[in-house]
């Protein structure tokens, strides 16, 4: 039976200890369990391998005529089910129905356009509010009406046009789900994806393919269907007693004795974790939030809350083969841990041949990258604003404001006006014994200047968009407002916290008299599923003068919108909507066992033809088919065969009769 953290306090009976200074504090509370499931449906931790969900590719990409390619992707939020529970199913919300969210990968430079559909339905299956969704890309300094604005939401059968200018350093960012008030329980569901920018620093110093591993790790509780349970406690926190790692609960993944790279998201709405190896040894700290640090770091556990993302490198060549190095968990102050809530997952060193290969397979980097936030120093900031994180009358706040209050000013208070390329200092303080919050300042990388007085922890000094403001902590952040003029939202990343109301935001460059071209609500709009979108007012539809007709001719749908302060791509012949979308949602060969494949092809007109043809299009060898199947009155195909190909399958296309196309990669075990 799911507790809350009063009862968990009483059931478990761990005392909270004082104040600890800057030692990581130690008194999470224990608790029997959270799921209602039978025990035989209970999952166990080392019993499923890693799953990497597949990458998203584009549909097509254009090269502008400043000589820079834009990236069209286009992604489903859809119901999905997924396989969690040993015997039972589990109804997800995803994008393109997986949870977590196909990864995309982009190169510095290159843009990207996302077309990002809601056909979820129009309540939520379980908790019955209305599923408007608004996408967040958490890391990215996006223009306002591309950031996620909880405010700018896409309903149903809608589609809202996301750009994204990847002009910053490599990093890890993730895009996840930011509507207003139910951001909680739609991420939970499943709404929430990596996202890798890449750059030529990161590719000549880090591990890269198959040597840099996506885990977002999360928690969850399930009822005895198998359906996700939800409690948070009235909006302190959920705390599940199962973990997952990509989906997957407590998964073991296989490596060769050399350095992996692992990109560590923390996407549980509330829980906060503190890893360590199972060994005690030391992992290589390269990476948090914004990108690379300036130098790396050796740390034995780091505390990671909700959003925060960590990159580490382990040297698995130390151990023998036969090895297994588990990730666990030792929690922190104000969590509720369960039986297996101390274990994430384990790494099973196998006596495989070793691919040295790319960066870093041998040797630890130790010099990283600059980045312009830890090249700030104190002086240069013109202001410094203090402000508090704290629950007033059962309602979380910050610096004194909720976003209610935000919305009831028609979205014209502000907690912050910082002007274009200001430096600034903000002092935030938790002086609750209770909580903790995870802080996080959209549009920003910034430095962790320090903590109660003390320098940061050496694993955050790098580059960051959330701080871990702890029990009695008050953190001191150094921070340039660049890139973009406009309003931005800052929030508390325990999720339940930020619905309940703990967000406000801040302007740059923005004088309120003045009307906003970036207004994150108006400058942007979503349009119908299928349609092409409005460009934001002021210029007319070329496809209106024109007579456009939905054949092949050239569209002009990215015409340069009037709302960017960045050159659009000029998109010469831009292909106009498919007709068919057709999605690749399960791809998995394993060698001499079996080959799956299923998806959906989501057909706008009158279908006529209704198949998809499978191709192995395996890098390397020439393009192979090698199956059909059929698509149902709903949309979805599936195709399996024992033993399958006798070569190993890492990519497929599916090319439907309809005219759609798909291609991912395949999941080897
Ligand atoms: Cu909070």
Redesign the pocket.
């Known amino acids: 039976m799911p507790v809350s953290r009063r009862q968990a306090l009483q059931i478990g009976g761990v005392g909270i200890i004082g104040a600890l200074g800057l030692a990581v504090p130690l008194s999470s509370v224990s608790a029997k369990s959270a799921s209602l499931l039978d025990p035989r449906n209970m999952p166990r931790p080392y019993q499923q391998a890693l799953t990497i969900p597949p990458v998203l590719r584009p549909k097509s990409t254009v090269i502008g005529a400043d000589g820079k390619k834009t990236h069209l992707y286009h992604i489903e939020q859809t119901v999905g089910m997924a396989s969690i529970v040993p015997g039972l199913k589990t109804p997800i919300l995803g994008y393109n129905g997986s949870f977590p969210g196909p990864t995309i990968e982009v190169n510095q430079g290159e843009r990207i356009k996302l077309e990002m559909d809601n056909v979820l339905p129009l309540f939520h299956p379980q908790w019955g509010y209305r599923l408007d969704t608004s996408t967040h890309l958490h890391g990215s300094a996006s223009l306002p009406q591309f950031d996620g604005y909880a405010n700018d939401i896409t309903g149903r059968g809608m589609c809202k046009d996301y750009e994204y200018p990847n002009f910053q350093p490599a990093r890890t960012l993730w895009y996840h789900d930011h509507a207003v008030h139910n951001t909680a329980q739609s991420v939970y569901s499943g709404l929430a994806g990596q996202y890798h920018l890449h750059d030529e620093v990161e590719q000549n110093l880090l591990p890269q393919g198959q040597f840099d591993v996506p885990l977002t790790i999360s928690d969850a509780m399930f009822a005895r269907s198998g359906e996700l349970g939800y409690n948070d406690n009235t909006h302190s926190g959920l705390w599940g007693d199962v973990i997952l790692v990509n989906g997957s609960p407590w998964p073991v993944m296989k490596v060769q004795r050399r350095i992996y790279r692992f990109r560590i998201l923390n996407a549980s709405i509330s829980r906060s974790f503190r890893f360590q190896l199972g060994t005690g040894d030391p992992v290589t700290m390269v990476g948090t939030d914004g990108g690379l640090m300036p130098s790396a770091q050796q740390v034995t556990s780091w505390r990671q809350a909700g959003a925060e993302r960590y990159e580490i490198l382990i040297d698995f060549s130390k151990y023998p083969a036969g090895k297994r190095v588990e990730l666990r968990n030792l929690s922190n102050k104000n969590n509720v841990d369960y039986d297996n809530t101390g274990r994430i997952m384990a790494f099973d060193v196998t006596g495989d041949p070793v691919d040295t290969s790319g960066p870093a397979a041998r040797v630890m980097p130790t010099l990283l990258a600059g980045s312009t936030a830890m090249s700030l120093t104190p002086s240069q900031s013109v202001k410094t604003r203090q402000m508090r ?1 704290k629950r007033d009358n059962d309602i ?1 706040t910050i610096g004194g404001m909720t976003w209610d209050e935000v919305i009831k000013s028609g979205y014209k208070k502000v907690l912050a006006d910082p002007n274009l390329n200001d430096v600034e200092i903000w002092e935030v303080e938790n002086s609750s014994g209770g ?5 996080h300042i959209h549009l920003v990388d910034f430095q962790i200047l320090s903590r109660n007085g003390q320098p940061p922890f050496a694993f955050e000094r790098g580059p960051k968009d959330v701080v871990y403001v702890g029990e009695g902590e008050t953190v001191r952040l150094l921070m340039k407002f660049e890139h973009n003029r406009g309003r931005y939202m800052i929030h ?3 999720l339940p ?2 619905d309940h109301d ?1 967000m406000a935001q801040f302007s740059v460059g923005y004088n309120p008299n003045d009307s906003d071209p970036n207004d994150p609500i108006e400058a942007a709009k979503p349009h119908p599923i299928g349609q092409v979108p409005s460009t934001g007012g002021e210029t007319t539809q070329p496809t209106e003068s024109t007579g456009g007709t939905d054949g092949g001719s050239a569209q002009p749908t990215e015409a340069a919108a009037p709302v960017t302060t960045q050159p659009a791509a000029a998109v010469t012949a831009e292909p106009t909507v498919q007709k068919d979308v057709v999605a690749i949602t399960t791809a998995r060969h394993r060698l001499n066992k079996d080959i799956t494949f299923a998806g959906t092809s989501k057909y706008t007109g009158t279908a006529t033809g209704s198949s998809v043809v499978l191709y192995d299009v395996t890098p390397g060898r020439a393009a192979a088919r090698i199956g059909t199947a059929t698509i149902n009155s709903l949309g979805n195909w599936s195709w399996t065969a024992k033993p399958g190909p006798s070569r190993q399958v890492t990519a497929v296309r599916a090319d439907s009769s309809r005219g759609g196309t798909a291609t991912a990669t395949v999941r080897t075990s």
């Not at 909580?435 to 802080?439: E, K, N, R, S």
């Open positions: 994180l979380w909580w903790f919050h995870p802080l508390c990343h325990n916290h930020e703990m």
